[in-house]
């Protein structure tokens, strides 16, 4: 498809379980985000990736929360050993801007609900 | 510290024009978005300031003050599909293009 894709859309889990998270973001775009939106909430960011370096991981909450994007492409982020508190909406979005060359519209994915019983 | 704000909720009827008002304190200011997002779907990108003034664009136009760290997004000839939450997003200079949200405004569109 032509805008950014996360799966699962819905993901329920028991509290000390690990989770993965799906994004593919729109071909060719360089800049891929992760945002955290608790319910009422704007989105909270979590890390950044310019292709495959991750250049910003200053909004991970903890060392739990771990990112990857190994080829520039498709990214995951990971959640070990959940909590109840990690109950949110994880947003995804790419933009075709790489760092240092002025803002371009971010794209968002519908999200991942993640529900920690 | 950074600091967004904006109304929670809002309400107005259709046909009518809505004013929605964000105001920051960041360190820093590139420029400013604003994105609608309805519930359980992706915020998608309405507008984009960085220079003073307004920018219309359509139904939708958007201003901005950087010297006063204000915004404001003006929805004119409201639809009942503009029933949505509306978020505020400043990006800063040096930072990757990471944005910032306000807690965003949800708008009721009444018959």
């Known amino acids: 498809g032509a805008g950014v894709s996360q799966s699962p859309r819905y993901k329920v889990a028991k509290r000390g379980q690990d989770v993965a998270l799906r994004c593919d973001p729109i071909?060719?775009?360089?800049?891929l985000f992760w945002y955290q939106q608790a319910l009422g909430q704007g989105p909270e960011f979590l890390t950044y990736f310019q292709n495959e370096a991750q250049l910003d991981k200053s909004g991970l909450p903890s060392d739990r929360f771990f990112a990857e994007r190994p080829e520039g492409s498709v990214s995951t982020l990971k959640i070990q050993r959940t909590q109840q508190e990690d109950s949110a909406v994880y947003l995804c979005?790419?933009?075709?801007?790489?760092?240092?060359?002025?803002?371009?519209?971010?794209?968002f994915g519908d999200g991942t609900r993640l529900s920690i019983l | 510290g950074q600091n967004i704000d904006q109304p929670t909720e809002m309400t107005a009827t259709e046909g009518a024009i809505v004013q929605i008002n964000c105001t920051y304190q960041?360190?820093?200011?590139?420029?400013l978005f604003w994105y609608q997002q309805h519930a359980g779907e992706a915020p998608t990108f309405l507008s984009y300031n960085v220079l003073d003034g307004l920018e219309e664009k359509g139904r939708f136009s958007s201003f901005l003050s950087r010297s006063k760290g204000y915004s404001y997004l003006l929805l004119k000839e409201l639809q009942m599909k503009d029933s949505a939450s509306y978020l505020c997003a400043v990006s800063r200079p040096g930072n990757t293009g990471k944005l910032i949200f306000g807690q965003g405004t949800t708008l009721q569109v009444k018959p």
């Open positions: 071909s060719g775009h360089v800049s």
């Open positions: 979005a790419s933009s075709l801007a790489g760092r240092g060359l002025g803002d371009q519209p971010q794209h």
């Open positions: 960041t360190s820093g200011f590139n420029g």
